[in-house]
């Protein structure tokens, strides 16, 4: 798999049936190693080692309804309260992180209302603040660290 714009971590990798699978630590199961999930994976990994977010504190691919249509998303990130604090999206190393996506993720974000957005194709990162009560946005150089 292509290397990433995250920090060096040591993902559990394993071939089974000639398809190559990788651990999810949330999750707690093995999922198909495709590009997209290569991004995921690093992305928890960045969320739990680097800005210290405890596991039990994310929640991965959960499903959401917007005007009855099923949605996914990759990943929340929950306060103590657990209230989201931050939306991710992730997408393939081989996709733009477009208008189209950041529409996507605010349209997730309408429900959750977390107050940060961070999308990546494990390439770029784009990271947003947002005050819903404005209704304005920010984008930052970095995502905030876990306040334990």
């Known amino acids: 798999m292509q290397k990433l714009n995250f920090p060096e971590y040591d993902l559990k990798l394993k071939k089974q049936n000639g398809k190559?699978?990788?651990?999810?630590?949330?999750?707690?199961?093995?999922?198909i190693l495709t590009p997209e999930e290569w991004v995921r994976q690093h992305t928890l990994q960045y969320l739990i080692h680097d800005k210290n977010y405890p596991e039990n504190l994310i929640a991965v691919e959960?499903?959401?309804?917007?005007?009855q249509t099923k949605r996914r998303f990759d990943i929340v990130v929950f306060n103590r309260r657990m209230?989201?604090?931050?939306?991710?999206?992730?997408?393939?190393?081989?996709?733009?992180?477009?208008?189209?996506t950041f529409d996507q993720a605010n349209q997730y974000n309408?429900?959750?209302?977390?107050?940060?957005?961070?999308l990546t194709n494990g390439l770029k990162h784009y990271i947003c603040q947002i005050?819903?009560?404005?209704?304005?946005?920010?984008?930052?150089?970095?995502?905030?660290e876990n306040r334990r």
Do not use: G, M
């Not at 209230?83 to 189209?100: D, F, G, R, Y």
């Open 62 to 67: 959960k499903e959401l309804h917007i005007n």
């Open 110 to 118: 309408w429900l959750l209302k977390a107050p940060y957005l961070f």
């Open 83 to 100: 209230t989201p604090e931050i939306l991710v999206e992730c997408k393939a190393p081989s996709v733009q992180i477009t208008q189209k």
């Open 20 to 31: 190559w699978l990788i651990f999810d630590p949330i999750r707690k199961k093995n999922y």
């Open 131 to 144: 005050n819903f009560e404005a209704n304005q946005f920010k984008f930052l150089t970095k995502l905030p």
